[in-house]
């Protein structure tokens, strides 16, 4: 069982930045292929950026490309989400997600995070 929790949300003026946090708890941490979704009102979970275990491979959704990174440290089981350049689109409840041993091209989604609200203001 692994437990996510998110951090790092808040309000920011488009253009500016913000770096989420997933912390999880549990064993094997480095096993997980981890990534990002993230929810808009009214519309469904989306997905936003994996990478792999031992951290070799990641995939972006197109929107987000050239302007958020994923990365992991995993002795602090803990993996980012830098966000650069936000644009009032990108507001939403961000979440986490960890696939055991999965891929960024077909992540499945084992556990979830609650989640951390991201809001850009124009």
């Known amino acids: 069982q692994v437990q996510l929790v998110e951090s790092g949300g808040g309000l920011v003026q488009a253009g500016g930045s913000l770096r989420l946090s997933c912390t999880a708890s549990?064993?094997?941490?480095?096993?997980?292929?981890m990534a990002w979704f993230r929810q808009a009102p009214g519309k469904e979970r989306e997905f936003v950026a994996a990478?792999?275990?031992?951290?070799?491979?990641?995939r972006y959704a197109d929107s987000v490309k050239g302007r958020f990174t994923i990365s992991r440290d995993d002795d602090r089981k803990t993996v980012y989400l830098q966000m650069l350049e936000l644009k009032v689109a990108d507001t939403a409840a961000y979440y986490c997600?960890?696939?055991?041993?999965?891929?960024?091209?077909?992540?499945?989604?084992?556990?979830w995070g609650r989640g951390t609200q991201v809001t850009v203001s124009s």
């Open positions: 990478i792999s275990y031992a951290g070799g491979r990641t």
């Open positions: 549990g064993r094997s941490f480095s096993m997980y292929t």
């Open positions: 997600a960890a696939n055991f041993a999965g891929y960024v091209s077909d992540f499945r989604i084992d556990f």
